[in-house]
């Protein structure tokens, strides 16, 4: 399997795109960036892909970058859309109380 730099990008996207200190909201829209940006990550490879020669020895493995990309598209979805209620912080609960 010949190497190419998505797993780069990706690592790049998502460092950049997760803020030190984030602020709920902040977090939320960078999370959702994040997300768009991996659809277009997505929509590259998909076309990358179509163009590819598999005749060759070695050939990129898309199946395993599409795997990675919905991965990791799940995990963000799941932060984003909590099954259940997140604990509020101490002080936020604190400040709430009559």
Do not use: K, W
Not at 25 to 49: G, K, M, N, P, T
Not at 60 to 89: G, M, T, V
Request: with cysteine; net charge negative.
């Amino acid at each position: 399997m010949a190497r190419t730099g998505f797993g780069t990008t990706l690592f790049c996207l998502l460092l950049l795109a997760t803020p030190a200190v984030a602020e709920p909201d902040l977090e939320r829209a960078q999370l959702a960036a994040l997300i768009r940006q991996l659809e277009v990550l997505d929509h590259a490879a998909r076309r990358s892909e179509s163009l590819a020669h598999h005749a060759g020895r070695y050939h990129f493995d898309y199946a395993r970058l599409y795997a990675d990309l919905a991965r990791i598209r799940e995990a963000i979805d799941q932060h984003l859309n909590p099954a259940r209620a997140q604990p509020r912080e101490p002080a936020v609960a604190a400040e709430a109380a009559p």
